[in-house]
């Protein structure tokens, strides 16, 4: 079966670190590319960027890049999102997603990572 | 960017109804366009990719259809699993990825 299972939730104050994980299981991890999307609540979903962890090939967003970074390592079927100095408007639900090619649909979801920043 | 639009944020429906909700782009994407159906605090599911193929699994009732800027998820006979809200994502490989803004699918 396969699986996209989340790190757990997280409180942080601004300008505070933060990584978050996306662990696959039940596929070939470095054969689908994996995209972090973010639900700001009362907002639509938006999108990060995604990796390709066959070869770490990135791809930003441009209103994200440079706030954020996304890697991952194929070895223990892992994909991370991380900020060095988060906001309070990076308050959200993270998700994470597995598609087949850099320009695909996104068949199965991770069950989300909420993530609070708040002084 | 591509903005994309779901005219409707709400739309009440009976079980057995037939519902069509619209997603709009502001720019061609083909055929680029997958809709999604999420319930709160789930993960949402894939129900079409490329604007009218249903994923596996998906039940026969829910139909995609559209290409260029005008797309429609039709769901048949609507059924108390259903009710759930709905958004549509561009997946041009040219541009940043958006989404629609979601339409909630609810009891009449």
């Known amino acids: 079966e396969v699986q996209l299972v989340q790190s757990g939730a997280e409180v942080k104050k601004p300008g505070e670190s933060l990584r978050i994980s996306c662990q696959g299981s039940?596929?070939?991890?470095?054969?689908?590319?994996i995209t972090w999307v973010r639900h700001v609540p009362g907002k639509g979903l938006e999108w990060l960027g995604n990796?390709?962890?066959?070869?770490?090939?990135?791809n930003y967003s441009p209103p994200f890049q440079g706030h954020v970074t996304i890697s991952a390592d194929a070895s223990i079927s892992t994909a991370y999102l991380q900020w060095s100095s988060l906001k309070a408007s990076d308050t959200a639900i993270y998700y994470c997603?597995?598609?087949?090619?850099?320009?695909?649909?996104?068949?199965?979801w991770g069950q989300g990572t909420l993530v609070t920043v708040s002084s | 960017d591509i903005q994309m639009t779901q005219s409707l944020s709400t739309l009440s429906a009976s079980v057995g109804d037939t519902v069509t909700i619209t997603c709009r782009a502001s720019?061609?994407?083909?055929?680029?366009l997958a809709w999604y159906q999420q319930k709160p605090g789930k993960a949402p599911k894939l129900l079409i990719y490329?604007?009218?193929n249903l994923q596996s699994g998906v039940p026969s009732r829910f139909n995609g259809s559209g290409s260029g800027t005008e797309f429609t998820l039709t769901i048949s006979s609507l059924q108390p699993d259903d009710f759930a809200t709905y958004f549509c994502?561009?997946?041009?490989?040219?541009?940043?990825?958006?989404f629609g803004q979601g339409t909630k699918v609810d009891i009449k």
């Open positions: 997603a597995r598609h087949l090619v850099a320009a695909a649909e996104l068949d199965y």
């Open positions: 039940g596929y070939s991890f470095t054969n689908y590319w």
């Open positions: 990796i390709d962890p066959s070869d770490s090939y990135i």
């Open positions: 720019q061609s994407i083909s055929r680029w």
């Open positions: 490329r604007a009218s």
């Open positions: 994502h561009q997946y041009n490989v040219f541009s940043p990825w958006t």
